[in-house]
């Protein structure tokens, strides 16, 4: 899989089939990354409404079903993480850009 | 330095493409992307964005100014209504296959604008703040209704400094009279043709008279006026699909070197029936093909052929201010610079908001002639004209180039609210704007070439496709 | 060679004037008509005063707007009839020294504001005016008063204005905004994206820095701007890193001039070290025109003579060598394209010229 197609329709599992047979990982999130963790788990989480992630104290706890790869999974994961930070320091240049060009 | 918010996604090899608000773009690989988020970026590395354009010194630095100037011309403004779709009647003579919704009988009655709807509507135009105006006629088949045309035409001319008009004919039947209306140099004509004719003929015009009579007229409409005044546009089922080839050897047969291959845009039932998840795999399968033939002409031949769309989003990737196509822009304001006014008067904003509403799913009509435009209803449709503030949009490494269609999601969901990628829209040009980058970095001397046709100049210089190493 | 300055018998003024000649017609305020003609001279009537012109061809003169200065023994054609290539030559200090320049600054100046105000009001209806030096915007308090004024009276006239863009400050742009802009287009050259480059040839230290923030002070005020960037040996091989930086960093650039060498003036002394010779290598244009055209940027190729160029890239020539100043070789003659091209200066040194010219 092209790990970043993310934007191909997702196989929709019905979750109460493969509660059990979901497997765990657990993931470590480095702790300057943190604050963007919410953001980017609710956004991850309707990119893949058939995994299960669950925030713990410094890590997530992960459920994955068969068709999804941890790698590929991860990847996205902290792609979301990256994208949250980026746009949250980002908000003084657009201030900027807005007040540059509305004036406001 | 400061970094302009850049966004990415994973292409070709493993490199990233990066792009930022205002539509410049790169690609570089993971180990930028880390430096980036880490905020450990090197001295090499601010050197190069800040010439492409993706860091400042602060906001008195040129490159500042650079941005907002660049990231403000892709606004689409608001602009003054001078453009009009105008079905005079929705009865044709045609029968074409998926156009059930948006025709009636040749014979049938009530299917016309009345007398009453021809005065409101140009009693509607001397209204209007504009100096130059552009009539669309549509229909059905707006030939059937030549007094029609002719009073608009007749009243537009005399009452603005600029008009123009475009009469989309199926060139079925032409009179002499159409012939001559058609021959006027302010008035153009654009019709469909599918490019193979065995295609045309099983979609449109089924029997072999009515065919070969097609065929004459559309002949005739080429030697007379030459492609400067007539067009012809492609409707393709994705389960029919034509051979490339054989569609760009008989629009360059034509004279013709833009080819927009639309698909055919099913309504109603037949959409349902032809789920556009099942078809998207098969029709981008298709139109790359198509636009690898395409490459394949112009390496051969001097007379350089371009697919419509995808010469616009090319242009839509390098340069700002390109507003021309009111299919994709940002924000797409419905209802302002340009109105359909349907067979019973009523307005949409759009020409699928008119057949949406036919089928009776949803009432897109945003007011009629007798009563103007309703701004209440226009007011909602265009609550999400843009896609700054899109959820999924805002994360989007094409969001610079692409645009809403509120219409499209309306009409095949229901509501506008629905995550980006679960739509038709997001997911098509998803796959059309990585089809796009994966040219614009292609080493191909061949591909080259085109790109170079395609944007309008000599060479085209890979300068522009940038790498941060 | 079409000439500027017509020969006159002295002619008693004290200040300067400003007058319209006219072959037909009873002179009223403002215009000259012909009281005489004679063998190589012709009389005008201004103001019941005689003004002898000396010239074999007075028809030529019909309808031009001229200037005379007092004790002065010829009159200055300001607007000749007709003609797109009007220049009021407003000084001719100068704070660059570019190594191409055309008109040498020299130190003195004279004020003609007031003549050339009059002057433009009796211009032809929708005419172009240039505004040149050395550098207008050096007097831009009177500039600036010059084409409010005009503007008042004279909407119709358009402005095409050549400066160094090393005078705007932000304190101009009450005035910016006053001037209606759609009139006026600025011509401002730049030669490099690289500030030495561009600083070593226009021989001022920190130039480039000025331009570029009164590129961006000029776009930010709606204003248009024509860039102008001659090719020299000294910046021809950075014409892509230009072509890439003006769309980059100054996207309200209207147009892109990209200007063979005119040989005279500077541009005459340093003609050997500076002339490029792009009929034998037209490449670094070529990717300076490609990369602006892709990003949507309109670009003029002035002053190269068709043949010089590589066919895909001659749509972009214009006629840009103004008539007063153009000619032809010998061998243009035989080609066909004569009419669309732009020829070669009156002043243009053949044998230190371009290697390769030929007849298409
Ligand atoms: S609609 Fe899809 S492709 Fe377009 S900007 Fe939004 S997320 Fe990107
Ligand atoms: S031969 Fe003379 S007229 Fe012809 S293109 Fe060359 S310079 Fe121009």
């Known amino acids: 899989m092209h790990p970043d197609d993310s934007r191909k329709p997702i196989q929709v599992n019905e979750p109460s089939e493969n509660h059990n047979t979901l497997s765990k990982f657990r993931l470590d999130i480095p702790v300057e990354l943190t604050a963007f963790l919410n953001s980017a788990v609710a956004r991850i989480g309707y990119l893949f409404p058939t995994a299960r992630i669950d925030a713990r104290d410094g890590y997530l706890e992960i459920g994955l079903p068969e068709n999804l790869d941890f790698d590929d999974f991860r990847q996205q994961l902290f792609y979301s993480i990256y994208r949250e930070k980026i746009r949250e320091e980002g908000k003084d240049s657009r201030h900027a850009l807005n007040v540059a060009v509305f004036g406001q | 330095m400061k970094v302009w918010p850049l966004k990415f996604r994973e292409h070709d090899h493993g490199e990233l493409l990066f792009t930022n608000e205002a539509g410049g773009f790169f690609r570089s690989d993971q180990r930028f992307l880390e430096r980036y988020v880490d905020g450990i970026l090197t001295d090499d ?41 105008l079905i005079p009647t929705l009865r044709c003579n045609l029968t074409c296959d998926y156009c059930q919704v948006s025709r009636a009988p040749e014979t049938a009655s009530g299917f016309d604008w009345n007398d009453e709807i021809l005065r409101q509507f140009l009693g509607s135009l001397s209204k209007l703040d504009t100096e130059t105006i552009k009539i669309e006629f549509q229909g059905g088949e707006p030939l059937l209704r030549l007094d029609i045309l002719e009073e608009v035409r007749e009243f537009c001319r005399n009452n603005f400094r600029q008009a123009e008009f475009v009469v989309c004919t199926n060139l079925q039947s032409v009179s002499e009279e159409a012939w001559e209306f058609l021959g006027a140099a302010d008035t153009f004509i654009s019709t469909s043709f599918d490019g193979v ?37 492609p409707t393709l089922d994705v389960h029919n699909l034509p051979d490339p080839d054989t569609v760009i050897r008989s629009f360059v047969e034509l004279g013709l070197r833009s080819i927009y291959l639309r698909r055919v845009n099913y309504q109603g039932f037949a959409r349902k029936r032809y789920d ?27 007379d350089a052929v ?54 009776g799913r949803l009432d897109l009509s945003i007011g009629d002639v007798d009563s103007g435009i309703d701004a209440r209803k226009r007011d909602v449709l265009n609550s999400a004209a843009s896609n700054f503030e899109d959820p999924d949009c805002i994360h989007c490494v094409y969001q610079a180039y692409c645009g809403p269609d509120v219409i499209d999601d309306l009409s095949r969901y229901g509501r506008i609210d629905i995550p980006r990628h679960e739509t038709a829209h997001c997911q098509h040009h998803t796959a059309l704007f990585d089809f796009a980058f994966e040219l614009i970095y292609s080493e191909d001397p061949k591909v080259q070439r085109s790109l170079g046709h395609w944007l309008g100049t000599p060479k085209y210089r890979t300068e522009l496709a940038a790498r941060l190493k | ?18 007058i319209r000649l006219q072959n037909d017609g009873p002179s009223e305020e403002g215009t000259a008509g012909v009281i005489h003609r004679g063998q190589g001279f012709v009389e005008y009537d201004v103001c019941g005063l005689s003004l002898t012109v000396r010239t074999p061809d007075p028809d030529a003169l019909d309808g031009d707007v001229v200037l005379i200065l007092p004790g002065q023994r010829s009159l200055h054609r300001l607007i000749r009839n007709g003609s797109p290539h009007n220049t009021f ?31 433009a009001l009796l211009g032809p209806y929708g005419t172009t005016i240039g505004i040149s030096g050395g550098e207008p915007m050096l007097h ?30 932000k304190n101009d742009e009450p005035i910016l905004q006053r001037l209606d802009r759609a009139r006026i287009l600025w011509g401002i050259p730049c030669y490099s994206a690289s500030p030495e480059t561009h600083d070593d040839i226009v021989v001022k230290a920190g130039a480039f820095e000025t331009l570029e923030r009164n590129l961006a002070l000029l776009g930010k005020n709606g204003h248009r701007i024509e ?15 230009l072509s890439l930086y003006v769309t980059t960093h100054h996207p309200h650039i209207s147009f892109w001039a990209i200007m063979q060498l005119e040989p005279i003036g500077y541009g005459r002394q340093n003609w050997g070290r500076e002339f490029f010779d792009s009929s034998q290598n037209f490449d670094p244009i070529a990717a300076g025109v490609d990369i602006a055209n892709i990003r949507g940027l309109e670009t003029v190729l002035y002053n190269f003579p068709l043949c010089t160029v590589p066919e895909p890239y001659r749509r972009f020539c214009a006629n840009s060598i103004s008539d007063w100043k153009q000619k032809y070789l010998p061998t243009c003659s035989d080609c066909s394209a004569i009419n669309r091209c732009t020829g070669f200066f009156e002043w243009y040194p053949e044998e230190r010229g371009f290697s390769s010219v030929g007849a298409l």
């Not at chain 2, 449109?204 to 004459?216: D, G, L």
Request: net charge negative; with cysteine.
């Open chain 3, 89 to 119: 030559l407003v000084t001719e200090q100068c704070d660059q020294k570019c190594v191409m320049c055309s008109q040498p600054p020299k130190a003195h100046h004279v004020d003609l504001f007031d003549p050339f105000y009059e002057a």
């Open chain 3, 140 to 169: 831009k308090e009177r500039l600036f008063d010059f084409l409010l004024r005009v503007q008042e009276r004279r909407p119709d006239i358009e402005f095409h204005i050549l400066t160094n863009g090393q005078h705007f400050d």
């Open chain 2, 197 to 233: 004719e065995e295609v045309h003929r099983s979609q449109r015009t089924k029997e072999s008279v009515v065919h070969s009579e097609f065929r004459s007229n559309l002949q005739r409409a080429f030697s007379e006026f030459g492609t400067a005044k007539v067009s012809a546009l």
């Open chain 2, 306 to 359: 371009e697919e419509y769309y995808l010469s616009h989003l090319l242009r839509r990737i390098f340069r700002t201010g390109v507003q021309n196509h009111v299919d994709l822009r940002n924000p797409n304001w419905l209802g302002y610079d340009y109105l359909v006014v349907d067979f019973d008067g009523q307005y949409y904003p759009t020409d699928e908001a008119r057949m949406v509403s036919r089928i």
């Open chain 3, 1 to 18: 060679m079409i000439p500027l300055r017509v020969a006159i018998d002295p002619f008693p003024i004290s200040v300067p004037l400003v």
């Open chain 3, 227 to 241: 860039l102008r960037t001659v090719i020299l040996n000294a910046n021809v091989n950075g014409l892509a890193d």
């Open chain 2, 276 to 302: 556009f998840r099942d078809t998207q795999e098969a029709w981008m399968e298709f139109y790359r093909r198509f636009v690898d033939r395409l490459v394949e002409h112009n390496w051969e031949n001097d």
């Open chain 2, 45 to 85: 590395d601010f050197e190069f964005l800040r010439r492409h354009g993706h860091a400042y010194r602060d906001t008195s630095d040129a490159a500042f100014d650079g941005f907002c100037g660049r990231w403000a011309r892709r606004i689409n403004p608001v602009s003054k209504l001078n453009y009009f779709i």
